[in-house]
C-alpha cells in the first residue's frame, strides 16, 4: 500500500492519513460511506436497505501515472479512494479475492468501482479516462474496486498486500 485516505464528510476527495483502521462489516472507521448498509446517495436513494459491498475503494497507484501522461492532475485520495496500492493489478481480479492489509486487516473484493458525473466536476473530461471501452465496444471501468472489511485491523501507508484467489471458478468483476 503507498497511501490511506479517509473523510467523515461527503466530499469527493479523501485527505491522507497516517493510517485508517477498517471495521468488520462497516468499513473505514470514521469514513462517511462505512456501515453495513449502502452510504452512497445515489444507492441510499434507490434502496437504503442493501448492503454495504462498498465499505473500502481502492485504486491501484499506477492509474495516476496514466491519467498524469493524459494531462490530468490526480493523486492518491483526489479519486475518493480509501486504499491506494501499487503493484497489483486489482481490475484483473475476480469477485471473492481476499486481500490481507498490513497484519490483520482483510478485505473481500465485491466489484468495480463505477465512478459517476462527480468526477467531471473534479477535472474536466476524467470520466471519459477512467470509463471507456475496449476493441469490442464493451465497457472498461479502470476506477478502481471496491470490498467488504471481513476482518478488522490498522492500515498503514507501506504495510504489505497479500492477494488470496477464491476457490473454484473465477468470476470477472462487475460493477458494484
Same mark, same amino acid.
Given at each position: 500500500m503507498t497511501v490511506v485516505s479517509s473523510n467523515e464528510k461527503y466530499s469527493f476527495t479523501k485527505p491522507n492519513r497516517p493510517?485508517?483502521?477498517l471495521l468488520a462489516g462497516l468499513g473505514v472507521e470514521g469514513d462517511v460511506h462505512a456501515g453495513a448498509?449502502?452510504?452512497?446517495r445515489s444507492r441510499v436513494a434507490q434502496d437504503p436497505t442493501q448492503p454495504n459491498l462498498r465499505q473500502v475503494h481502492l485504486i491501484h497507484e499506477e492509474l495516476f501515472g496514466e491519467l498524469r501522461a493524459a494531462g490530468f492532475e490526480v493523486a492518491p485520495g483526489?479519486?475518493? /479512494?480509501?486504499v491506494t496500492?501499487?503493484?497489483v493489478d486489482l481490475l484483473a481480479l475476480p469477485i471473492g479475492t481476499l486481500l490481507h492489509l498490513?497484519?490483520?486487516a482483510v478485505v473481500e473484493v465485491t466489484g468495480l468501482r463505477n465512478p459517476c458525473l462527480q468526477i467531471d466536476n473534479f477535472q474536466d473530461g476524467l470520466l471519459k479516462r477512467v470509463v471507456g471501452r475496449d476493441e469490442a465496444g464493451r465497457i472498461v471501468r479502470k476506477a478502481g474496486i471496491m470490498g467488504i472489511v471481513t476482518?478488522?485491523?490498522?492500515?498503514?501507508?507501506?504495510d504489505?498486500? /497479500?492477494v488470496e484467489l477464491p476457490v473454484g471458478p473465477r468470476r470477472a468483476l462487475e460493477r458494484v
Open positions: 493510517s485508517v483502521t448498509t449502502v452510504k452512497h483526489d479519486l475518493g /479512494e480509501n496500492t501499487s503493484g498490513g497484519d490483520e476482518v478488522g485491523g490498522v492500515v498503514r501507508p507501506g504489505p498486500i /497479500e
